[in-house]
């Protein structure tokens, strides 16, 4: 690859920034931009070079250029011991439109909205039951709660014991994912077989209690009033008529887990934390959980996603040479669309680092200039149904208890596996 042609980046050594990017992404993003303007490459250890991009213009040609030449699934690889060979995120080109579109219909906006009360009766429950008067962490508490609505809503659980197994052997299994050594041996080290025997034995009861929902539910008499993801992908069929089967629906359960679970409790830790510090915002949000509005609600969702990216970026792998923003890149290197610059554009966003709902009152959240949830054919599947829930919960939480925060200071942004989350576990006091 002729790498002589890449826009100018940082000259460490690809060692030292990777160590940099590990520690202090967003500093280390800032830096570059200032530097080398909008689009600069980074170099990491073992990895193709990325070229970061943050101008509208050139996320929209990403965003909207040809799928076979610019592959999303491929950097995703890493996931294939837990997520299984059909997973939509490890895919790419006609494989990827096809599980794409079985999946689509259980999560268009007019099907979300037979999710509504389950959400809110889960969200209502947990909520019941987290302690009053005493700083605790709402970050773990968010987890449990998206854990719920994914084991309620995606897997059609309903109350009995294969839900608490589920759930007990999910939780086990999750808190793996995130605890950085085991993460790493499971991930890293050793033999791609070794890592997957590793997984498979890690996941085998998981998997047993999956596939008997997938039987119990296949033979449902109720299946076709049955509304939940699980039943969707039941009905669904393949382009020549064949049902998915059942591999292929564990794999994808697996992925719609993976994909929404640590993301959306993230994103409400996010949320609590930004609006408790901001107590116009707060009592706007109260004083519209009392009637059946939730404009303000979607603009304090859509704002801390612009503010606090769970994710700062997403990435496609040339399969060809490609002009891009105007750049001749060669293939095999990585274009980034930079969620996280993008966001702090002040030409997009006046005073970039404010938290102001309102800004999304006036504007609609632009397809190239608001990215938590990527763009083109690769947007997240589950964009609008995190946005539902994110909605639901605030509006139980803040409709239903006085919040504070346990500390003034706002929370650092620190680094979970690749998502970003409050320093300090989102530390509240309800009244
Ligand atoms: C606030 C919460 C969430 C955030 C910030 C988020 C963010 C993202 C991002 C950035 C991508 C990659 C998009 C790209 O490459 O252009 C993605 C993909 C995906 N997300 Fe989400 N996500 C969230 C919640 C969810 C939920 C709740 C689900 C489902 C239950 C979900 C399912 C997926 C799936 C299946 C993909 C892969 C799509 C594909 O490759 O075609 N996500 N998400």
């Given amino acids: 690859m002729n790498v002589d042609i ?8 690809a060692a030292l920034q990777s160590a940099v990017w590990i520690f202090w ?5 800032n830096r570059a931009r200032a530097r080398y303007g909008d689009a600069f490459t980074l170099r990491f250890a073992g990895e193709a070079p990325m070229v970061m991009v943050s101008d509208p213009d050139v996320v929209r040609e990403v ?5 076979e030449l610019l592959h999303a699934g491929e950097a995703n690889q890493i996931l294939l011991p837990v997520v299984g060979v059909n997973s939509v995120l490890l895919l790419d080109e006609d494989a990827h439109k096809a599980q794409r579109r079985l999946l689509m219909p259980a999560f268009r906006g007019s099907h979300l909205q037979s999710y509504v009360d389950t959400i809110t009766a889960v969200a209502r429950a947990e909520i019941a039951r987290w302690p009053r008067g005493e700083a605790i962490r709402l970050h773990p508490r968010m987890q449990a709660l998206t854990l719920e609505v994914i084991l309620r809503v995606v897997f059609g659980l309903d109350q009995g014991d294969r839900l608490d197994e589920l759930r007990a052997g999910l939780q086990r299994t999750l808190a793996l994912t995130v605890n950085p050594v085991a993460a790493m041996f499971l991930l890293l080290v050793g033999p791609q077989t070794m890592r997957t025997a590793l997984t498979h034995r890690l996941l085998k009861n998981v998997d047993r209690l999956l596939y008997q929902q997938i039987a119990a539910q296949r033979g449902a008499d109720d299946l076709d009033e049955r509304t939940d993801v699980l039943s969707m992908l039941l009905k669904a069929d393949h382009e020549d008529g064949r049902p998915m089967s059942d591999n292929e629906i564990r794999d994808e359960l697996m992925t719609l887990l993976l994909a929404g679970h640590e993301t959306t409790a993230s994103a409400l830790a996010w949320a609590v934390e930004r609006i408790i510090r901001h107590p116009d915002v707060q009592s706007r949000l109260v004083e519209e959980s009392r009637t059946d509005a939730d404009e303000y609600a979607d603009a304090v969702v859509k704002e ?3 503010l606090r990216p769970v994710l700062s970026f997403v990435s496609r792998r040339l399969k060809a040479p490609m002009v891009i923003g105007g750049m001749s890149l060669p293939a095999g290197v990585a274009v980034v669309p930079s969620i996280y610059l ?5 030409d997009v966003y006046p005073d970039p680092e404010q938290f102001r709902p309102e800004r999304f009152l006036h504007d609609r ?10 763009g083109g054919v690769r947007r997240c599947l589950g964009a609008t149904f995190a946005e539902v829930e994110m909605r639901i919960v605030l509006r139980e939480l803040f409709g239903g208890v006085g919040i504070r925060p346990a500390e003034a200071k706002s929370e ?4 979970r596996s690749i998502t970003h989350v409050p320093g300090r576990g989102a530390c509240v006091i309800i009244e």
């Fill in 365 to 374: 959240a632009g397809t190239y200039t608001w990215l938590p949830f990527g």
């Fill in 25 to 29: 992404p967003w500093q280390f993003m």
């Fill in 342 to 346: 993008m966001h702090r554009r002040s």
């Fill in 412 to 415: 650092p942004v620190h680094r």
């Fill in 63 to 67: 965003f909207t250029g040809p799928p």
């Fill in 6 to 13: 890449l826009p100018p980046g940082p000259r460490w050594p």
């Fill in 304 to 306: 801390t996603l612009r």
